[in-house]
């Protein structure tokens, strides 16, 4: 491939010479010809550094396209300083360059999209496989056995399976040999002719991982760890650097970093628009609140916000004035301490609305988590496991649960799960355009519903 990477490239810079010039490439100022064998000495040095003749089997094609496009941009990069060298950058012609580069990709993409064809249609005929073994038979385990059973065109072949008697009974494939002790892998590595190894166990399997590696020192064949993520209920699973090293982001939402300027600017922007609009309603509801019962206008109560940080969420009143002591009584049908008003703003939602100030005050978005009671992060944080994990983005005055139905009064620990799962999804699969929908959604349908009271 190295060899063909050569000769295209060179093909390529003559093409791109009947393109621009008009005329073959030996007719053209010499540094072109220079250029053209230098670039293509240097891609046949460095193409192989830069990774791209690694085994594709599995792997992202836009990825392969991505390493092409970045290797060769830098290897012409490294030509065109060549040229300033020698001082003759001022006789190269830049869009020859520019021809060179856009058909050496192409050529080099195409050729590459043939075997990579070639090759998964040879795999799926059962040829060119690579016979696997998986070591744990987690979450993770029956993924990638069942990844590798429904996309035959990757060529992985399971021959084996290391389990433990719980997950014996959930064996995809009931007629694959099953190892029972960790000392049998090397014998089935040999027996079985086995390509690669694939680790899955659990991360709290960590003595099992020490003797593995000790026992698989001998073991000529790839071994590739897949951390069993898939058990971790966490927001992410995101590979980065950190201080040099690999780590895997667990905790961190979609919407961080770049992606939450971008949210953050969106929430801004509509609050102020919302609120600009919703002053003459603002104004009415004020004025039927004062003349239904005594009280302030606004009712304002702490909240637990981003990571955590309390902050007093804004709704208007729909209660009688009263006290309570150190608990908090979720709304219930009928409820005397509603007032007129205020039963009609519940169940419409329009006692949500001040939250657009907590939006513009930074301690709301316009999607996001509902905010619970205080009490209530409390009492659920210790009986639903992933419960704390919506505090990891800022909470929202409407939101995916929402939109499904879960609001409301909570009067079992199931109602709160369903709505903490809904809420999970939401931040797992953020998008700007997924905010967009569930404002409209809420527009339309999220504003009532049977359980606003």
């Known amino acids: 491939m190295r060899v063909m990477d050569i000769l295209v490239l060179e093909l390529a810079g003559g093409l791109a010479s009947l393109i621009h010039f008009q005329i073959p490439l030996s007719e053209t100022p010499p540094i072109h010809t220079v250029l053209l064998h230098f670039c293509s000495a240097l891609a046949f040095l460095l193409f192989q550094q830069l990774e791209l003749y690694g085994s594709w089997r599995g792997r992202s094609l836009s990825d392969m396209f991505l390493r092409?496009?970045?290797?060769?941009?830098?290897v012409l990069s490294i030509g065109l300083f060549f040229s300033f060298l020698i001082h003759h950058v001022?006789?190269?012609?830049?869009?020859?360059?520019?021809?060179?580069?856009?058909?050496?990709?192409?050529?080099?993409?195409?050729?590459?999209?043939?075997?990579?064809?070639?090759?998964?249609?040879?795999?799926?005929?059962?040829?060119?496989?690579?016979?696997?073994?998986?070591?744990?038979?987690?979450?993770?385990?029956?993924?990638?056995?069942?990844?590798?059973?429904?996309?035959?065109?990757?060529?992985?072949?399971?021959?084996?399976?290391?389990?433990?008697?719980?997950?014996?009974?959930?064996?995809?494939?009931?007629?694959?040999?099953?190892?029972?002790?960790?000392?049998?892998?090397?014998?089935?590595?040999?027996?079985?002719?086995?390509?690669?190894?694939?680790?899955?166990?659990?991360?709290?399997?960590?003595?099992?991982?020490?003797?593995?590696?000790?026992?698989?020192?001998?073991?000529?064949?790839?071994?590739?760890?897949?951390?069993?993520?898939?058990?971790?209920?966490?927001?992410?699973?995101?590979?980065?650097n950190f201080l040099g090293l690999p780590v895997v982001d667990l905790n961190q939402p979609i919407s961080s970093g770049v992606n939450g300027i971008f949210k953050d600017v969106f929430d801004k922007a509509f609050s102020i628009v919302a609120l600009i609009l919703l002053a003459p309603l603002f104004l009415v509801i004020a004025i039927l609140?004062?003349?239904?019962?005594?009280?302030?206008?606004?009712?304002?109560?702490?909240?637990?916000?981003?990571?955590?940080?309390?902050?007093?969420?804004?709704?208007?009143?729909?209660?009688?004035?009263?006290?309570?002591?150190?608990?908090?009584?979720?709304?219930?049908?009928?409820?005397?301490?509603?007032?007129?008003?205020?039963?009609?703003?519940?169940?419409?939602?329009?006692?949500?609305?001040p939250q657009f100030?907590?939006?513009?005050?930074?301690?709301?978005?316009?999607?996001?988590?509902?905010?619970?009671?205080?009490?209530?992060?409390?009492?659920?944080?210790?009986?639903?496991?992933?419960?704390?994990?919506?505090?990891r983005v800022k909470p929202g005055i409407t939101g995916w649960a929402q939109i499904h139905g879960h609001r409301g009064e909570t009067d079992t620990v199931d109602k709160m799960a369903k709505r903490v799962q809904f809420d999970l999804h939401y931040i797992q699969n953020w998008s700007l355009w997924m905010d967009v929908r569930i404002i409209v959604w809420t527009a339309f349908k999220g504003w009532t519903g049977k359980n606003a009271y």
Do not use: C
């Open 90 to 240: 001022g006789n190269v012609s830049r869009l020859w360059m520019f021809y060179w580069y856009a058909t050496g990709v192409s050529f080099l993409v195409l050729y590459r999209i043939g075997v990579y064809y070639g090759l998964r249609f040879l795999r799926s005929k059962g040829m060119n496989n690579k016979r696997v073994l998986i070591v744990g038979y987690g979450d993770t385990g029956r993924e990638m056995h069942r990844r590798a059973l429904q996309q035959d065109w990757t060529g992985y072949d399971v021959k084996a399976v290391y389990t433990d008697e719980d997950d014996a009974a959930k064996l995809i494939d009931p007629d694959i040999p099953r190892i029972r002790s960790l000392a049998e892998i090397h014998d089935y590595v040999v027996k079985l002719h086995i390509h690669e190894i694939w680790i899955t166990l659990p991360l709290m399997a960590s003595p099992r991982l020490q003797e593995l590696r000790y026992l698989l020192r001998n073991t000529l064949v790839d071994i590739r760890w897949v951390p069993d993520i898939l058990g971790l209920q966490m927001l992410s699973n995101r590979m980065g």
């Open 357 to 391: 100030i907590n939006v513009l005050l930074g301690d709301m978005s316009v999607v996001g988590p509902r905010p619970h009671a205080l009490q209530h992060n409390e009492m659920y944080k210790d009986l639903l496991e992933t419960y704390m994990l919506r505090h």
């Open 289 to 353: 609140i004062k003349r239904s019962s005594p009280g302030p206008v606004f009712f304002k109560q702490p909240r637990l916000g981003l990571n955590g940080r309390t902050f007093n969420v804004y709704k208007f009143r729909t209660m009688q004035v009263h006290q309570e002591h150190n608990i908090v009584t979720q709304a219930t049908k009928n409820d005397p301490r509603i007032t007129p008003i205020g039963g009609f703003l519940r169940r419409t939602s329009l006692d949500e609305l």
């Open 68 to 74: 092409i496009a970045a290797s060769w941009a830098l």
